[in-house]
């Protein structure tokens, strides 16, 4: 399947200037990121077919105001899918998009009425869907639906397996996946804390690092992938690693904030918190202020999004680090495609990007670009 890169749009010059389970013991088998089919095959795919956002280019003044979109996304509530659909919507308009004509609904994290959502869509007759599923395990049930219904479809965000993306390109379907490769996340994430020094993570100076996880929705491959890259990145360097304790947050802060209340509580000699998501970092935070710790002192925190007030974490140093999940560029792309599908062109099945990871060192200029 080729593959290539997201175009960074209007914030590539952004991302030039910040380019300046638990497991224990051995790494598993599994290659890391920079190995990968989706990252090994996209220099050499680079200009192979005709780019989305050409395309966009091409069509330049052309009457979308009378196309209908309609936009999935799992819950609204999630800090940053609130990022991605506004951003998402203002980029449709500003391409001649009518706003009237973009339906953009909140899937509540329930499957069973995304789905029926999907179905009124489709009934609606929209010419386009765009869709964050609530779980990556209905996307074949989802394709079916809307394949069936000859309407083309943008996949973003949660990313269907490897299985269901093998379809499309086997039957030639208008389905793509736009969105970045969360095992990169998780690495960074554990590089983070890897570039800190084992001596200096290492407070109580036994040899191991000593954690507690956070995950986010475990059928997520997001959460899945930076759960278990997060941890390889720190093996991969040849630390040992212990972990403490393993709990679902479900990307909510709230959640987050009594879970590692309670891990704390019972594991005082945790060094590292690891976070899926920044929402579930920032509750973890609150949970280590009232525990009487420090980040950065006695106790380290990542997270992934880079959303504002974790970003003004790692400014200040309440916050170790996190990762950039570039909403803006995904978000354009994600309408690149769409659009491309409504004039008559075609995607490549996956449209992939990088993340950026965050430390005190860029964390003010990645500030200073998303405002």
């Not at 590539?12 to 224990?24: D, E, I, R």
């Not at 203002?90 to 995304?114: E, H, M, P, R, W």
């Not at 983070?192 to 997520?220: A, F, H, R, S």
Request: proline share 2%; charged share 20%.
């Amino acid at each position: 399947m080729k593959k290539k890169l997201v175009s960074l749009l209007t914030v590539s010059v952004m991302t030039l200037s910040m380019l300046a389970g638990c497991t224990s013991g051995s790494a598993p088998a599994e290659s890391t990121p920079d190995n990968t089919e989706k990252t090994e095959q996209t220099d050499a795919n680079a200009g192979a077919e005709q780019t989305a956002e050409a395309v966009v280019e091409s069509v330049g003044n052309a009457d979308l105001a009378d196309k209908k979109v309609g936009v999935c996304i799992y819950q609204f509530s999630d800090n940053f899918m609130t990022l991605f659909r506004n951003e998402l919507e203002t980029y449709l308009v500003s391409q001649g998009f009518s706003k009237d004509n973009i339906k953009i609904v909140d899937g509540a994290n329930d499957q069973a009425t995304q789905t029926n959502q999907i179905s009124s869509f489709i009934t609606e007759g929209v010419d386009v869907l765009i869709i964050n599923p609530v779980n990556s395990s209905s996307a074949a049930t989802i394709t079916d639906m809307v394949v069936d219904a000859n309407i083309p479809l943008v996949y973003i965000n949660r990313e269907p397996d490897a299985d269901e993306e093998a379809r499309w390109a086997d039957n030639n379907w208008n389905v793509t996946y736009v969105g970045c490769d969360a095992r990169q996340s998780g690495t960074m994430q554990g590089e983070i804390i890897v570039d800190l020094g084992l001596e200096t993570v290492d407070l109580n100076g036994d040899g191991k690092v000593q954690y507690i996880m956070i995950e986010g929705d475990p059928e997520n491959v997001d959460a899945q992938y930076r759960t278990e890259f997060s941890v390889k990145a720190l093996t991969d360097a040849g630390w040992e690693v212990d972990c403490l304790d393993d709990q679902v947050g479900n990307w909510d802060q709230a959640t987050a904030q009594q879970l590692v209340a309670n891990a704390l509580s019972a594991h005082p000699e945790t060094e590292v918190v690891f976070c899926n998501n920044d929402a579930m970092a920032l509750g973890a935070l609150q949970s280590i202020d009232a525990a009487g710790r420090k980040v950065g002192e006695d106790i380290f925190l990542v997270g992934v999004d880079a959303l504002t007030e974790a970003l003004e974490d790692v400014i200040a140093g309440t916050m170790t680090g996190t990762v950039f999940n570039d909403h803006i560029s995904q978000s354009h792309s994600a309408a690149d495609a769409a659009i491309a599908y409504i004039t008559g062109a075609t995607n490549e099945h996956y449209i992939g990007c990088d993340y950026v990871k965050v430390t005190s060192d860029n964390a003010q200029s990645t500030l200073d670009s998303l405002k």
